[in-house]
């Protein structure tokens, strides 16, 4: 419950300050680390991880108490409304209706009142087993968390960086399109002049409307990107103000490229939150066995009562001195001896569970070290790439300067300038394509190794 309320409590502060800093109409400018600290508060899986953590730490408390003597209070109120009787036959000549003598059974007002103790004191290991069992569960959800917490960086690195690369791929379109337009107003000129053909003029044209809709697709795709991020920060779209990303759009600095691949798979299995967990879940299926195994062996219990009853046939004058108190205690020890094999059943299902943990943990170890080789292999790939794209788009560039250069001084047709307008703007966005790739797959490596923190992003 006070968790729930310190939720609800830092989100109303943020819009509470989102509201005064940030008036109506305005935009929110958010860098990487505002979003992941957003995210980190109010995005649902997140929430629902702490909630996680919460419920088993509960469940352990409770898993406690059943080690601990319970105390209870009982009260009860009989009405008799006909009452047995019992009768006698009398020998004869003994005064008596018909040779018989009836005598009432009981009273019709019965009260009762008492104390109740009871106190396990040998449950075959049950118990115990249970709270380690629980203790173990806590262990599990914190794990959990981690893992959500580290995807959840990982989303919100890869909306961000969606956002800036959305946003610079409608700077490259807008610059294609304003150089479009300076050649075709370039071109109208030299048709005036009679010196370019009206065909020229048409195929400037074409270029312009051919351009103008990747804009518009441009812009359209940054809003997505846009809508994706506030998503995951797990902020109210409707009620959110308007947001724009503030980040660098360069080639991030850390990163485990020339980490040994070796080292980065041994990390990951110490480190690895999922794969933790799996040793845990092996621990609390252990637990379970013992659990099964409890219920093949003698149980012992004690139990003391104290009572107050009061019988009266007439309780309109009931008064304390009615009541008598009586007290007892009893050990009792409980032996099982058949219940139609259910408790082979359920160790048989125990041990199963366990075996389906070992298998799922033998699995998820190949499957880290294959997806570890795989990131490691695509982040090589990416940087190659990278270094390859950055000297294209410089080409590229030097291109399209010269072919606006000679077709000015009549050294170049306008086909060709528009070639080189095209090859500078497929470069620029395989650039900054290849810059998105890298910086996300070298997030997805740190986050298969399981070392993906907020201050490393």
């Not at 469940?59 to 406690?64: F, L, M, N, V």
């Not at 004869?92 to 106190?119: K, Y």
């Not at 308007?242 to 980040?247: A, Q, V």
Request: aromatic content about 8%; proline content about 3%; some cysteine.
């Amino acid at each position: 419950m006070k968790q729930t309320v310190c939720i609800k409590q830092n989100i109303l502060i943020i819009l509470l300050l989102l509201i005064m800093v940030y008036p109506a109409g305005a935009q929110m400018e958010l860098t990487l680390q505002q979003s992941v600290e957003i995210a980190l508060r109010n995005n649902p899986d997140i929430r629902v991880a702490k909630m996680d953590i919460q419920k088993s730490l509960h469940g352990k408390t409770r898993a406690r108490s059943e080690l601990l003597p319970t105390v209870s209070a009982i009260g009860n109120y009989d009405r008799s409304w006909e009452l047995p009787e019992f009768v006698l036959s009398l020998p004869p000549g003994f005064p008596g209706a018909n040779g018989e003598m009836r005598a009432r059974m009981g009273v019709e007002h019965t009260i009762l009142s008492g104390l109740t103790l009871e106190q396990p004191i040998y449950t075959g290991g049950a118990l115990s087993a249970s709270t380690r069992m629980a203790s173990r569960g806590v262990e599990a959800s914190e794990y959990n968390y981690s893992s959500v917490e580290q995807q959840t960086i990982a989303d919100v690195y890869d909306a961000f960086y969606g956002t800036l690369l959305a946003d610079e791929l409608i700077t490259v379109a807008e610059q294609s399109l304003k150089s479009a337009e300076e050649n075709l107003r370039q071109v109208e000129r030299l048709y005036e002049e009679g010196a370019t053909s009206r065909f020229e003029l048409l195929r400037a044209h074409v270029q312009v409307g051919t351009l103008r809709p990747n804009v518009t697709e441009a812009r359209h795709n940054y809003e997505f990107a846009i809508e994706n991020l506030i998503n995951l920060l797990g902020i109210d779209i409707e009620q959110q103000p308007g947001i724009k990303t503030n980040g660098s759009f360069t080639k991030r600095t850390y990163t485990l490229l020339e980490e040994d691949i070796d080292y980065l798979i041994d990390q990951a299995y110490q480190q690895r939150p999922e794969y933790q967990m799996l040793h845990t879940q092996e621990r609390i299926n252990r637990e379970g066995i013992r659990i099964a195994r409890s219920n093949f062996l003698p149980r012992v219990f004690f139990s003391s009562s104290m009572n107050w009853q009061a019988l009266r046939d007439d309780i309109s004058d009931l008064s304390g001195d009615d009541f008598t108190r009586f007290s007892s205690s009893q050990l009792v020890v409980q032996i099982p001896i058949f219940n139609g094999f259910g408790n082979t059943a359920r160790y048989q299902e125990a041990r199963v569970e366990l075996e389906q943990t070992q298998i799922r943990r033998d699995n998820a170890r190949k499957l880290i070290a294959t997806e570890i080789r795989s990131f490691h292999k695509k982040l090589q790939q990416a940087a190659e790439i990278l270094e390859s794209q950055e000297q294209v788009m410089e080409q590229a560039e030097e291109g399209l300067r010269l072919a606006n250069l000679l077709y000015e001084e009549g050294a170049a047709t306008l086909l060709e300038v528009i070639d080189a307008q095209l090859a500078y703007s497929q470069a620029s966005t395989s650039f900054y394509q290849a810059i998105y790739n890298f910086n996300t797959t070298s997030v997805q490596l740190e986050r298969a190794v399981g070392i993906l923190a907020f201050e490393n992003i």
